[in-house]
């Protein structure tokens, strides 16, 4: 397709090569792009108060940020609850299921997402993003149901990201290839810019939080160090590129090659699995790389084969290049 058609004319496109297509994805992904667009402008401002003065104290910033997250939150919930295709909706801010209002009609499918994350960069200009993942009902109630959202994420039907920063950007895929799209102030579209996005094999960057290495295991204190050693025939040593910003090193990652990497700690007892949740955030992001010819992993499961016990459920993540996810299983096994 033609670079600089439109993120609609895309899906419609793609939904004309799928003669079951019903165009719930189109309405769908079309209300999620307007969501962005809001969110978007509010995040532009996110360093000043709703009276635009310059937020200050730790204090302020903390509630300031925290009406953000609701306002992206809430954003996303009143832009795609209309729509008619939703059985109902989940968040990495809730702890439930969120219904679709009883005046609306639903439909067959389940948003799941994280509507704002890498929220605590935001205020020195990190890139943040939103995350979502679309899945197909599995009950027949009328009611949606932690059971339907709690499926493994090889069962989702689409996922991507939308990146506020230097520009703001889409990543989606509904199996057929990932693409990315620039939305161009101007005229207020999200235009093709990065067609069928392949991540290399094998990058020479990785993305880890290295203050927690005397927390890591000895196998993946291990994989870090072969990363880090010099040996000119594995083109080594990789460069450490983290912002703490999941979606802004997974897409530097994707685009240029690399592996991004949250193991499992001893620093925080709440967190034994690590930071990263597999149905807000990991899941979406796995099903993209894989589309794009990556890999993700645990460390000894693909990830889209993990079976959720809960919407908040931590794990592992070795995310990237499938080369260079190969190698970290072999790290974190301890066959390396």
């Not at 003669?19 to 209300?31: D, I, Q, R, Y």
């Not at 679709?100 to 439909?107: N, T």
């Not at 994350?117 to 009950?139: C, E, M, P, Y």
């Not at 040593?237 to 802004?248: E, Q």
Request: with cysteine; net charge negative.
């Amino acid at each position: 397709m033609a670079k600089g058609i439109t993120v609609t004319e895309h899906i419609l496109a793609m939904q004309k090569e799928k003669p079951e297509a019903t165009g719930a994805f189109t309405a769908l992904l079309a209300e999620l792009t307007v969501a962005a667009k809001i969110i978007a402008q509010k995040v532009d401002k996110a360093n000043l108060t709703e009276d635009l003065g310059f937020v200050g104290t730790d204090s302020a910033n903390q509630e300031h940020f925290q009406r953000l997250l609701e306002f992206a939150n809430a954003t996303i919930i009143n832009r795609v609850s209309h729509i008619g295709h939703l059985y109902c909706m989940a968040s990495k801010k809730e702890t439930d299921v969120i219904p679709i209002p009883p005046k609306y009609s639903k439909g067959e499918y389940i948003l799941v997402f994280d509507a704002l994350g890498g929220l605590t960069n935001i205020d020195v200009h990190i890139t943040v993003g939103t995350i979502f993942s679309i899945l197909k009902r599995q009950s027949v109630g009328e009611m949606g149901l932690m059971t339907d959202v709690l499926q493994p994420g090889h069962q989702q039907v689409a996922a991507g990201y939308f990146m506020y920063g230097s520009s703001t950007m889409m990543i989606y895929t509904t199996g057929s290839g990932v693409h990315g799209f620039t939305l161009e102030p101007r005229i207020g579209e999200f235009l093709l810019s990065h067609e069928d996005i392949q991540i290399p094999e094998k990058g020479r960057t990785y993305s880890i939080n290295e203050g927690n290495y005397y927390f890591w295991d000895e196998n993946v204190q291990n994989l870090v160090e072969y990363f880090k050693t010099p040996d000119i025939k594995t083109d080594r040593p990789c460069a450490l590129r983290y912002t703490g910003s999941f979606v802004a090193d997974f897409h530097r990652n994707l685009l240029k090659g690399g592996i991004h990497m949250y193991p499992a700690d001893s620093k925080e007892p709440t967190k034994p699995h690590g930071k990263l949740m597999l149905m807000c955030e990991v899941n979406p992001l796995a099903f993209v790389v894989e589309q794009a010819g990556g890999a993700a992993s645990t460390g000894h499961e693909r990830i889209l084969d993990v079976e959720p016990k809960h919407l908040h459920q931590r794990i592992p993540v070795f995310i990237g290049g499938a080369a260079d996810v190969r190698l970290a299983e072999e790290f974190v096994q301890g066959k390396r």
